[in-house]
């Protein structure tokens, strides 16, 4: 026993767990205890501070910190995202009301590219102030001159890991520096994420505090839950089962379509990659998508009814379970200077994100989804989304697609006045 407390706190790069299965009962135990406990009296105060979301993502952060269990070691966040992910997608859009979604308006795109501009603003500002109070931090030559390697930060946080590793190349950035930006990348951008995950559970204070008229999303919340509760049903086998099969096959064309399409497009239009339209992981989250949104103008809407959504609702709450699986909170203290930088760009993105939606009045909703379609993509825009209502999800993903769209153009603009500000 005391072996397995010292394995603990010493922290070292063996996790306690490593077999997947075990990995995956600790997650969905947890995922359990979360709901479980949120729903008693006794922790009716905790939870009116403490949403239950943002314990589903920080507990196996906690963990895998900890080293009880790994993210870099476990293959469930690449499950989750390819598989669970997409069927989720599927099952959330199949009740959708695609119209109320259009009458959300442009707000939710202003917000996105207010998101976008506060990156590529705030790292060459980050670079700035950091070489002014710690130069040394900044340094580096050739491959692994610390701004190279700011470059890969702002196409994962404008677009996506497509966006990320066409920086790596466009600008010759060394393999250990690569490294290194993974972990700033990903530690800074889960921590901004757990705050938008707190948000979410007090939109409504924050709603009063911009001002904000979030009528719209509130009706197309309402419709939803007409809907649901007008179609509602006790689920026979049979109903589960078509539930599924609509999820996964919708999956299997989608992982079908996407292993087809990328290879030809990168064989055929090459040029087409600055779209991502060369990463197989987007085509996978585009077609599930629109399976979806096709899904629900047929009968195949009316299995909401049977729980689709709720059923999409959990396989959504597995992959926020996986994501805060990869965040190690220790990594911060590995190197400060480049978390930093991180922290200071972040810093930059989110007060440009509050001015802007201060001035047009956005509700949180906007503002949060269209910070986690920069920063976190269609792996995690749709989770914030999801957090307000799960028929919002969509929004997520529309918006993520977005930044696929641009998130090559903003890094690369990005990385030459870092580039300008190094020299």
Known sequence: MNNIFLSILANTTKPLFTNDAVVLGILLMTLAFVFQTSQSPRFKGFYKYVPALLLCYFIPSVFNSLGIISGEESKLYFVSSRYLLPASLVLLTISIDFKGIRRLGSKAVIMFFAGTIGIVIGGPLAL?????????????AGPDAVWRGLTTVAGSWIGGGANQTAMKEVFGVGDKLFSAMITVDVITANIWMAFLL????????????FKADSSAIK????????????????????????????AFGCVAF?????????PFVKTNAPHLAKFSLTSGFFWLIVIATTLGLILSFTKARNYEGAGASRMGSFLLYVLIASIGMKMDITAIFNNLGLFLIGIIWMLVHIIILITVGKLIKAPFFFVAVGSQANVGGAASAPVVASAFHPSLAPVGVLLAV??????????????IIMQSIAE
């Open 198 to 209: 707190y948000g979410a559970g007090i939109s409504t204070k924050v709603d009063s505090w």
């Open 254 to 262: 989608a992982h079908f379509g996407a292993d087809n399409i990328a």
């Open 128 to 140: 700035l102030i950091v070489s002014a109070i710690a130069p040394d931090v900044v340094g580096g």
């Open 219 to 246: 009706e197309v919340q309402e419709k939803v839950e007409n809907y649901q509760a007008s179609i509602a049903k006790i689920p026979t086998f049979t109903d589960l089962a078509t539930i599924m099969a609509i």
């Open 402 to 415: 977005l930044g696929y769209a641009v998130g090559t153009y903003g890094a690369w603009f990005c990385g």
